[in-house]
């Protein structure tokens, strides 16, 4: 009775998963990316600007931590297995053309990401003991005056974290570690949750300094290793930049073991893995960059798209350049798994193909886990108040041990869920709230004054 239950509950998630992440979805997502680069003329041009902002100090502007801790902490949790697994699964779905589409919904992304972070200064707010929170929820009750929507948004957010941004990945660090080193889960599980807590116990400071140095880290080194890569398979490079960008506009196109996808099957998995890689939309970046150092909503804003570049229109596309070329380079791939796709691309590259994959899936998952807790925390605190964030730590972390050891089918098709309703009611504040992110824009950033107001 209740394995069927189980069965009936699966299936039921799966299937609302399946449709809250369908078309309509996508489009008011990429629509949303499209509608604000046009309305805010373009702010992907700022990129270097954005970048240059990123890593510099303005330790007397106010804020809980720099604006470089406030964007590692956000790459932490955007940076994930999805930017391995999840571009390989596009792949294995839509065709190569896939990538194509998953690069472009990330330059598209840098807008919406901007969006959010200025909407997160803008409306952010100062807690008697003098540190800044701010986010989606604070937007929709402040700016618009739908508290009901922020805190749906922030329910939704809670329950998110425990599951994307945590047991999921503690699931894949487990997995991983079983299979490459025969470590058991729960001893894995145990490691896990004792170096998070470390981390996590500490606040939002000590997650934002730890993420600090390993982001930069992590992500260095896997963009070093998948040129390394890209140089071994130099002479399917070529072919393989090719086979992507004709493959996302002919269906007909196929070739080294790839079967011709549809065009709109290129596009719905590519759109749909970038969408859900980058988060841009999703609303959960800005709750970090609102505890930023900062000057002025537009600097955060620069700060905060630079993520969204570094993490679908650099890694992603790095890694969908990696799977496609060794495709190529070895037909004997299987490249309709998703599942393995990854694993078995990496793994034809000698000495540094398999260190590789783990050194990525291992420290961006970790990463992810440490900076979903912070959302969730916030999340919590705007629900409940402060008082409630101790207990929400214990049970993040408790979490961490949990999904190590069970199976999380369930927890996966639920976590979607979570996410797609995350990005309604912050798109509804987005969209809505256009208005004032162009009058700030105009106001620090096409008048040249970015640096001299506060």
Not at 46 to 53: H, K
Not at 160 to 181: F, K, P, R, S
């Amino acid at each position: 009775m209740m394995q069927t239950f189980n069965d009936t509950f699966n299936d039921f998630l799966a299937t609302l998963s399946s449709w809250l992440w369908g078309w309509p979805m996508i489009i008011l997502l990429l629509g949303t990316h499209v509608f604000l680069t046009i309305r805010l003329r373009f702010p992907q041009r700022w990129i270097f600007t954005a970048i240059r902002l990123s890593v510099k100090k303005d330790p007397e502007a106010k804020g809980d931590v720099s604006q470089f801790g406030s964007l590692a902490t956000a790459l932490a949790a955007t940076i994930g297995t999805g930017n391995i697994i999840g571009v390989a699964t596009a792949i294995a779905l839509g065709g190569p053309g896939a990538v194509l589409w998953c690069w472009l919904t990330g330059v598209f992304g840098i807008a919406t990401k901007y969006a959010e972070g200025l909407l997160a200064i803008k409306y952010r707010i100062t807690t008697a003991d003098g540190r800044m929170l701010g986010g989606p929820m604070y937007a929709l009750e402040r700016g618009l005056g739908a508290r009901w929507l922020g805190v749906l948004f922030a329910l939704f957010t809670a329950i998110a974290a425990l599951g994307i941004g945590n047991t999921v990945q503690a699931n894949a660090i487990a997995t991983l570690a079983h299979d490459t080193y025969s470590a058991e889960p729960w001893m894995t599980g145990l490691l896990v949750s004792l170096l998070a807590a470390a981390v996590i116990l500490g606040g939002v400071k000590s997650i934002a300094r730890v993420c600090a140095m390993l982001v930069p880290l992590m992500a260095l080194g896997y963009v070093v290793g998948c040129v390394v890569i890209l140089c071994f398979n130099a002479d399917y490079l070529l072919p393989a930049l090719k086979l992507i960008v004709v493959s996302a506009f002919q269906p007909q196109a196929a070739g080294g073991g790839f079967v011709g996808a549809s065009i709109m099957m290129a596009a719905r998995y590519g759109i749909a893995r970038g969408l859900f890689s980058n988060e841009s939309g999703l609303g959960s970046a800005p709750i970090v960059a609102a505890a930023a150092q900062t000057r002025n909503p537009v600097r955060q804003a620069l700060v905060s798209s630079s993520g969204t570049f570094w993490d679908t229109v650099v890694i992603c596309a790095l890694t969908g350049l990696v799977v496609v070329s060794s495709v190529l380079a070895y037909p004997d791939i299987d490249f309709s798994n998703g599942a393995t796709l990854t694993r078995d691309a990496f793994a034809k590259i000698p000495v540094v193909g398999a260190p590789l994959l783990t050194f990525g899936l291992l420290t961006f998952a970790f990463s992810t886990i440490l900076g979903w807790c912070y959302y969730g925390e916030r999340a919590m605190e705007y629900l409940r108040g402060g008082r409630w964030v101790g207990a929400y730590r214990m049970v993040y972390i408790t979490a961490i041990f949990l999904g190590s050891i069970l199976n999380l089918t369930a927890v996966w098709n639920l976590a979607d869920c979570m996410n797609a309703l995350m990005a309604i009611p912050n798109l509804i504040s987005l969209l809505l709230l256009n208005g004032v992110l162009v009058h700030e824009t105009r106001k620090f950033l096409w008048r040249n004054r970015l640096e001299k107001e506060g």
